[in-house]
């Protein structure tokens, strides 16, 4: 299956291995024979890919996915560290660590990782959403309702109606009241699909977080906030527009529980690494400074 287009053939199953490198959680060590299950799939599955991509590694919590498998192969935990780059490389750690990083992420925050119907995608609770620390008016029982889920699949966050307008409208809102604490006044120009509020990027600033607009703040179970700053809120779409990186479900009524509130995509989860704990049922996240990011892992090191 090919989970952007949704395209299905039939492909054989097979033994076969891969290799990847061992790490200190600095660099690459030494290099490693993986044994796994996988399917040789026809080359037209390939389509719509990323530019290189050989094919597609699964992550949920399945025993065929790629983490429980390493994790049987190598006799080590049904876990796997990601971090997703804004741009270069972005690095994969199977089996629990160690960490990169390790000055940032000892301290990382927990949220549980919550089952939803017996589907193997990793899903999280939400408290609340806050605006520049203004609680946006969804309640509790609405990011319940579904829950909220994390995909690699998917560039941006969906968010369903009755999340995504009260959402919008307060990002609107603190943005106009940006003025007033000296930041530019941002210019609204017309839209590009599939987002509904698009900016003239000469009028928003910059900083190390990426363009100069409102935080949000995802509070989650457990106490922590999960925050977000211009670099996973906004999308360059083309030269000099850049756009609010939240679009609203199709199809989906609001309050529906057979849909998300949330389906956190990869802008959201850019520069964050993540240790996804299926052993512990548990989803740590930490943002790297804004110094450093994902790609300034170092590939170079192996032997």
């Avoid at 756009?243 to 199709?250: D, G, I, N, S």
């Avoid at 529906?256 to 512990?280: H, N, S, T, Y």
Wanted: glycine residues 12%.
């Amino acid at each position: 299956s090919n989970p952007v287009t949704g395209a299905c053939a039939a492909g054989s199953l097979f033994h076969t291995k891969f290799v990847a490198n061992t790490t200190d959680g600095n660099k690459p060590v030494s290099k490693v024979n993986v044994g796994v299950v996988a399917a040789c799939a026809p080359s037209k599955l390939l389509a719509s890919l990323p530019r290189g991509s050989t094919g597609v590694a699964g992550l949920a919590d399945s025993g065929l996915a790629l983490p429980a498998q390493v994790a049987s192969a190598q006799k080590v935990a049904n876990r796997f560290l990601l971090c997703l780059p804004t741009g270069g490389l972005g690095v994969a750690i199977f089996g629990g660590g160690p960490l990169p990083w390790p000055q940032f992420t000892q301290s990382m925050d927990y949220t549980p990782l919550v089952a939803k119907g017996g589907s193997p995608a990793h899903y999280i609770s939400l408290k609340s959403i806050k605006v520049e620390n203004t609680r946006v008016p969804v309640s509790e029982r609405a990011l319940a309702t579904g829950g909220v889920m994390l995909s690699t699949r998917l560039p941006y966050v969906l968010l369903r109606r009755d999340v995504y307008r009260p959402l919008v409208d307060a990002f609107t809102k603190a943005l106009a009241a940006q003025p007033a604490n000296g930041a530019p006044v941002a210019r609204a120009v017309k839209p590009v699909a599939p987002f509904e509020l698009c900016y003239d990027t000469k009028s928003l600033g910059n900083n190390l977080g990426g363009y100069w607009v409102p935080n949000v703040g995802l509070a989650v179970d457990g106490g922590s906030d999960w925050a977000m700053t211009g670099k996973n809120s906004m999308v360059d779409v083309k030269p000099g527009t850049a756009c609010v990186a939240f679009v609203e479900m199709k199809g989906v009524e609001a309050g529906d529980g057979r849909a998300p509130a949330a389906i956190l995509g990869g802008a959201q989860m850019e520069d964050f690494v993540l240790d996804f704990d299926m052993e512990k049922k548990r989803l740590g996240f930490s943002r790297l400074p804004q110094f450093t990011g994902c790609s300034s892992f170092n590939f170079a090191g192996s032997t």
